[in-house]
């Protein structure tokens, strides 16, 4: 009985030695800002450390809290943008949405924004590269493969000369699918920040082609070759450019899930791995506990993310009258301006445990912004919602979940008390959102692993079998013509000229021969 044991023993060590996790060395570089792009990648690097990986964040010391993610180690580096610059820029790109101003002054508002926000961007991705000592830690470590968001990503990858794989954190852009040659067919795939659902007529088609290409263009002629200056000033391999760093990653994991987004096809090498942060929710804290339970009608939670503040006093007000008509509680994220008045069943917070909130059985409603994490968090939990755009991707976000019947979409410049009320009260009982809304949670669930896992599982797939070269398409390898068959429809066009002129030649000579033949020339007179 004792050598059985031992025997057995010697066995389910030998099968676990086997199948145990190989560890590998992963670095994963840090998203721009303060707000959910870092934690997306911070959620990534938990769950390759979680599978006994040697994982180093690579991240600026713009955010001290970074430094406090064990079982994390971090190499930070300088920022060249401080707290202020990043949310003065993003307060001010807000505002100008929430400032009352016409449709063309918003416009111009976003135009001079626009350059301003790309420039800190840039100026982000140059201070992961300008220090040479850390560069040359990084190359010391000799990690196996880099994981992060694309651009300081596939840079970095470049001057370490190892392999990557990135994340686009935002809802996925008709460029970036373009740039790694997913179809992005424009009469039904809308783009972003046009907010246009799917199904679309003649007039948004014609809209969401020309944005189209105006993305393309400002893309490919302004930002990647602005990219190609850091490339060149750091002295990066400089026989490729931004564009074929960009398509040369391993693998592209999309923060998107089809329950959320619209069908569209993709490469085999493009993953989608919407609701990265999403997951069970835990205890509140004593306080919000108590708040909650003392509402017999439920909660409804108001945000407007991380970056919006209210900026008209008007505005504050008009959210606090249509909130003290709700026999629900309602936890507000406060940010911006504060009500003249805060009705009774209000509780105004500078941060809320969204995520902890949205799964709480007495939680009947969000009223939200509408960031792409927030969306997937309510589908998650099967909250149903009032979606309220600011800027950027959410008017898509709050188009995709009003089309799958999961809210409400209004608008925050117009939007009155009454409207809110009117909105809220619909909503909360007609069964049909929260039905669409917990449909969608049981679809997205129904998956074998969490979105992060996801990403390190195919990471570690990557790592196995030296690059994934395999389901990369050999559109990479092509030029814009012979990607777009210009030069074959050039030859084509070619031939067929050749073969109109061949036969109207043709035509013509027959013609000219039976006119001949019908009407003779007369015979001169000698």
Not at 463 to 475: D, E, M, N, Q, W
Request: one cysteine or more; hydrophobic letters at 45%; aromatic letters at 10%.
């Amino acid at each position: 009985m004792g050598l059985l044991s031992v025997y057995s023993f010697l066995m389910h060590l030998i099968i676990y030695c086997a199948t145990s996790t190989v560890c590998y060395k992963i670095l994963v570089v840090g998203g721009p800002g303060v707000g959910s792009h870092y934690y997306i990648v911070e959620r990534i690097a938990k769950a390759l450390a979680q599978r006994d990986h040697d994982v180093t964040v690579y991240v600026d010391n713009m955010y001290t809290r970074h430094r406090q993610s064990p079982p994390l180690k971090f190499i930070m580096y300088e920022s060249l943008v401080t707290m202020k610059e990043w949310e003065g820029v993003m307060s001010n790109t807000t505002s100008s949405f929430l400032s009352g101003e016409d449709f063309f002054s918003q416009i111009q508002s976003q135009l001079k924004a626009a350059p301003l926000i790309f420039k800190l961007l840039r100026d982000q991705c140059r201070a992961a590269l300008v220090d040479t000592q850390l560069l040359n830690q990084l190359r010391n470590e000799n990690f196996d493969i880099i994981v992060g968001e694309y651009t300081i990503t596939s840079l970095l990858g470049q001057a370490l000369d190892k392999p990557y794989v990135f994340i686009m954190c935002a809802l996925p852009a008709s460029w970036q699918l373009s740039l790694i040659y997913n179809p992005v067919n424009p009469s039904y795939i809308p783009a972003l920040l046009t907010g246009f659902d799917h199904q679309m007529t003649f007039t948004t088609r014609l809209m969401n082609t020309l944005q189209i290409c105006m993305d393309h263009l400002f893309i490919m002629f302004k930002i990647l070759r602005d990219y190609d200056y850091l490339k060149e000033i750091h002295n990066i391999k400089l026989d490729a450019s931004t564009y074929e760093a960009f398509s040369q990653a391993e693998l592209y994991f999309m923060n998107t899930d089809f329950t959320l987004d619209f069908a569209r096809p993709l490469m085999p090498n493009t993953i989608p791995v919407g609701g990265i942060l999403t997951g069970p929710a835990n205890p509140l804290d004593q306080e919000l506990e108590a708040f909650v339970q003392g509402s017999e009608e439920g909660i409804i939670i108001f945000s407007l993310g991380g970056y919006v503040s209210i900026v008209k006093q008007d505005m504050a007000d008009m959210f606090a009258r249509a909130f003290a008509r709700l026999p629900q509680r309602v936890i507000w994220k406060q940010r911006g301006k504060n009500p003249r008045v805060t009705p009774p069943n209000v509780k105004m917070m500078e941060w809320i445990p969204q995520n902890d909130l949205l799964g709480h059985p007495k939680t009947r409603l969000i009223v939200y912004q509408c960031g792409v994490n927030g969306a997937y968090e309510a589908i998650y939990h099967g909250v149903p919602v009032i979606c309220l755009p600011v800027f950027y991707d959410q008017a898509d976000v709050a188009q995709r979940l009003a089309s799958k019947g999961a809210g409400l979409r209004l608008d925050i410049n117009t939007v009155t008390s009454e409207m809110l009320v009117k909105s809220i009260q619909r909503v909360l009982n007609d069964d049909s959102f929260r039905s669409n809304m917990q449909t969608l949670s049981t679809i997205f669930k129904d998956k074998p692993n969490h979105p992060a896992d996801e990403v390190a599982l195919w990471t570690e797939y990557v790592v196995r079998h030296g690059g994934a070269g395999h389901l990369r398409s050999a559109a990479h390898d092509l030029n814009l013509f012979q990607y777009l068959l210009i030069d074959v429809i050039l030859f084509l066009t070619f031939c067929i000229l050749i073969v109109i002129v061949v036969m109207v030649t043709c035509c013509k000579c027959f013609v000219v021969s039976v006119k001949r033949k019908i009407c003779p020339r007369k015979m001169k007179p000698e």
